[in-house]
Nanobody
Framework: QVQLVESGGGLVQAGGSLRLSCAAS????????MGWYRQAPGKQRELVARISRGGSTNYADSVKGRFTISRDNAKNTVYLQMNSLKPEDSAVYYC?????????WGQGTQVTVSS
């Protein structure tokens, strides 16, 4: 079993910053990709950012230049630094890990950006 536990969500004013963390635990041999997705009410879940074990990253166009994803392989932890937040960034943010071809998800953490 693999567990992903997120933390760091909350309420922030537009222009503010938040940092999300996600720690993976359990039967982990090697985590290939780790990433963050988000889902706003009435919308589909979308990719925000992801990072490979080697550090290669890709971002949704809507967050480029504002969000930064990083990971600590020794701690099996991925981070998402979110700056210059906008109300449209409000959503439930989910951590994702790809381990030996299987997808694992966290429980989600709410991010709310007030205007």
């Amino acid at each position: 079993q693999v567990q992903l536990v997120e933390s760091g969500g909350g309420l922030v004013q537009a222009g503010g910053s938040l940092r999300l963390s996600c720690a993976a635990s359990g039967s982990i041999f090697s985590i290939n990709l780790m990433g963050w997705y988000r889902q706003a009410p009435g919308k589909q879940r979308e990719l925000v950012a992801r990072i490979s074990r080697g550090g290669s990253t890709n971002y949704a166009d809507s967050v480029k230049g504002r969000f930064t994803i990083s990971r600590d392989n020794a701690k099996n932890t991925v981070y998402l630094q979110m700056n210059s937040l906008k109300p449209e960034d409000s959503a439930v943010y989910y951590c994702n890990a790809l381990i030996l071809g299987s997808d694992y998800w966290g429980q989600g953490t709410q991010v709310t950006v007030s205007s």
